[in-house]
């Protein structure tokens, strides 16, 4: 059965600083990965997601992720976090072809002004 | 707007007694969802549905069923509700008629308290 890990349940940053949060999933097929964010009080909304192509994808506000399958690892980074950027983070994976997906903890970030 | 409706929003039960929540999809979805979140556990998996009568356990199953008996609606039930089920349920919708898209649209939430 696949897994998700978000090692970093809490993160607090100054604005300007560099981000990058850390998920690790276990599974030995073909997974799609994906990174979520969750504003206070909304619904979870797509950063990005990867399928298949080059592993680096770039999302939206700035969001960028890193799949190195041998590490089993999709790495969320920002180089210069905002105080909107305040949220909570899940990284999700799902199995090519059943679709189950799979959510992490998360990761609140809080970003101080 | 993704057209998902989750009823009921709010609900309070006693234990011991069955609780059905509803997701209702007015795009032709063929993947839904049903998600728990609480604190500290992010959302965990409850079932999932890719077609009608087609569905499938995830991570937190015990004490849940579902139903999926024509595309549009996928209903969970709480057999015999306990306080541990206590949560805010979310219903969702694979993007694309066929999932391929992967991006989830997520229902409102319903938060169930369970005394």
């Known amino acids: 059965a696949q897994s998700v890990s978000q090692h970093n349940h809490h993160v607090i940053l100054s604005e300007a600083a560099s981000l990058e949060l850390g998920c690790n999933y276990s599974y030995g097929g073909t997974v799609n990965l994906f990174w979520y964010v969750q504003y206070p009080g909304q619904h979870l909304q797509l950063l990005l997601k990867y399928f298949s192509g080059d592993p680096l994808v770039k999302g939206i506000k700035g969001f960028e992720a890193e799949f190195i399958k041998s590490k089993f690892s999709f790495n969320l980074r920002k180089p210069s976090v905002q105080w909107s950027d305040t949220a909570e983070y899940f990284c999700a994976v799902d199995t090519s072809g059943t679709y189950k997906y799979i959510f992490g903890t998360g990761t609140r970030l809080k970003v101080l002004a | 707007d993704a057209g998902i409706t989750q009823s009921p929003r709010h609900k309070v039960t006693e234990t011991g007694t069955p609780v059905t929540l509803r997701c209702h999809q007015t795009?032709?979805?063929?993947?839904m969802y049903w998600y728990r979140q609480d604190p500290g556990h992010g959302l965990r998996l409850i079932h999932y549905s890719y077609g009608v009568k087609d569905t499938d356990k995830g991570e937190v199953s015990d004490g849940y069923s579902v139903s999926r008996s024509k595309t549009e609606d996928f209903l969970l039930t709480l057999e015999s509700a306990t306080s541990s089920q206590t949560s805010v349920y979310f219903c969702?919708?694979?993007?694309?008629?066929?999932?391929?898209?992967?991006?989830?649209?997520f229902g409102e939430g319903s938060r169930l308290t369970v005394l």
């Open positions: 795009e032709n979805h063929r993947y």
């Open positions: 969702a919708i694979r993007g694309g008629a066929s999932g391929q898209d992967g991006e989830l649209f």
